[in-house]
């Protein structure tokens, strides 16, 4: 008998290995081909002469004046970016967090939706706003996108909802008795604040700063409208070396100080969510909010209100307005044709393009993504399986115009020569969008209580029922909000495209950015209009996901 239940013993954990191993083979291969493959081919092109490498080449360039005011500069503007934000959203953290108001889930998703517009359209509604013509240039004769103040407002609109979400997600599961006590012990209200509140949201703060630091140290398509030759983040210089002056050397010196850059930070990030995952303890969200109390609670649901209407909306409304200047929706109707100039085809043809591509990466991250989020959650897991969970977050920091133009230069010999092939932009797009479905897709896995599936497998159900019948069901309405935060992420994608997307098929951040590239009120306003049919559809798609989440809460659909 002991023997038969050893040879079982055996049996299973073949069988569970082979699974394992099923798992994670294809994301791995998949970030190999079209991740780390591309990358390293443009680096090494920049820092190899006749086949040496020329390190030194590296000391060289960090010693150009110009490349140490980019560096400066970029890291200098992350830093004002990540604290304006935190300043900024850290009230509206609150509010959404203990306050109980009519709207708020539909504000809730309001807020969120910045974060998945494309970059372009977040340039391009600041230029509508604070540039040239704009509605401060009109009103009072102010302009600001020639000035720093563009792109730092442009990036707290954008990781706005960051901070409300990481941080006031967890703000909402904090036990309010715990401050409660030691107002009752005599603390003032700041003090029982600082001493028992902040210390407990000190890993949300932390994760919530360094993913705003993240995106704005790679900052790529508001800097590049809203900066214009002025202002230079790395990954703007790095588009610039690579598409402008064709120095693929110091691209290459610049794409490796950024990888060094954001593994830094990942590293940081991946420590603090390991310390808030383990450090508290916390009760339901539903019991913390309340209704606001007194003239000042009021006050503060009052002015995280206005800083929404100003910061958030009103950018995006002149946007539509400005869509709407000529008679007749003349800037809509001027998208049907064709210019025979840096379009070949009608630009109304990219919001097609644009949909086909990311329904096709939403696929493939989807597959990709929820191997990965599987792999990662089996018991199971050795250590090559953990470290690779830290790798998936690369794409979102390594410069996407490397990416690109590492596609181009990799992917065009047998057996992956795909230059001309339309897969290759939805393959650029799945990478950012892998990332999202693994961390939305985690969580819930996690919270799938092990015994089922081992009582499953010691029934006789292979791993695929297994994960058919216990996990499927539990993780169903999560894999739809995975792919949709795919989905709105690629239809956005902007920096890895510009390079692959052919004239006859641009997709909309591609035809909005060569639009805002040519001088006319025409173009301009063609460019608006796309960028307001991309919002509105980032937006429905939001919106979706919203109804999805609070589906998911209540048990309805």
Known sequence: MDLTRTEVAVRRDRRGSAARFGLIALPVAFFAAFFAYPVAAIVARGLKVDGAWRFGRIGEVLAQSDVRHVLWFTTWQAFVSTALTLLIALPGSYVFARFEFRGKQVLRAVVTVPFVLPTVVVGTAFLALVGRGGLLDELWGVRLDTTVWAILLAH?????????????????QLDPRQEEAARMLGASPWKAWRQVTLPALGPA?????????????????????????????LEVEIYRQTSEIFDLSTAAVLTLIQFVAVGAILALHAWTVRRRETALRLVDASLTARRPRGAGQWALLGGVLGTVVVLLLLPLAVLVQRSLD???????????????????????????????????????AVVIGGLAAVALTRRDAGRFVRGFDALLMLPLGVSAVTVGFGFLIALDEPPLDLRSSWILVPLAQALVGVP??????????RAVDARLREAASVLGASPWRVWREVD?????????????FAFAV????????????????PTLPVAVARLLGRPGDLNYGQAMALSTILMVVCAVALLVLERLRTADRTGEF
């Open 436 to 445: 999202f479905v693994v961390r939305t897709m985690l969580p819930v896995l």
């Open 326 to 364: 000529a008679p007749g929706f003349g800037y809509y109707r001027a998208l049907t044709r064709a210019d025979g100039g840096i379009f070949l085809v009608a630009p109304i043809e990219a919001i097609g393009n644009s949909l086909e591509y990311a329904v096709a990466a939403t696929v493939i």
């Open 205 to 233: 703060v932390a994760a919530a700063a360094l993913m705003v630091f993240l995106f704005t140290f790679t900052s790529f398509g508001v800097v590049q409208i809203l900066g214009g030759p002025t202002f230079s983040t």
């Open 472 to 484: 499927l069901p539990m993780v169903r309405r999560a894999l739809l909000i995975a792919a949709g």
């Open 156 to 172: 707290v609109f954008f990781n706005y909802a960051v901070v409300v979400r990481t941080v006031g997600g967890l703000w909402a």
């Open 490 to 505: 690629s239809l956005g994608e902007f920096g890895a495209t510009v390079f692959i997307a052919r004239p006859d098929n």
